[in-house]
């Protein structure tokens, strides 16, 4: 059974192979908080994906996502969750 997404990625189904580099329950997380705009969820979500062991790509669009964030460009930050989630 996936779990509940935003309607913004309902389309993605739960990757639940070994290749993705960050927790599902991460991604969804974010995404959830990006739509909903609430800045203490997201950053301590971002916190959280920080911590991980994250390859060089992952952890670049990650440091643009919270660039975004940091700007409150919440729309164009959760396209690139939307990207970081595809390219996987």
């Given amino acids: 059974q996936t779990p509940r997404t935003p309607d913004l990625y309902s389309f993605l189904p739960c990757p639940c192979g070994p290749w993705l580099p960050l927790p599902y329950s991460l991604l969804s997380e974010l995404a959830t908080a990006l739509e909903t705009q609430k800045a203490n969820v997201i950053n301590r979500i971002l916190k959280q994906i920080s911590q991980q ?31 970081l989630w595809l390219s996987n």
Wanted: charged fraction near 35%.
């Fill in 53 to 83: 062991s994250l390859d060089p790509q992952t952890r670049e669009a990650l440091e643009q996502i919270s660039d975004l964030v940091l700007m409150s460009e919440y729309e164009a930050a959760a396209e690139k969750v939307k990207e």
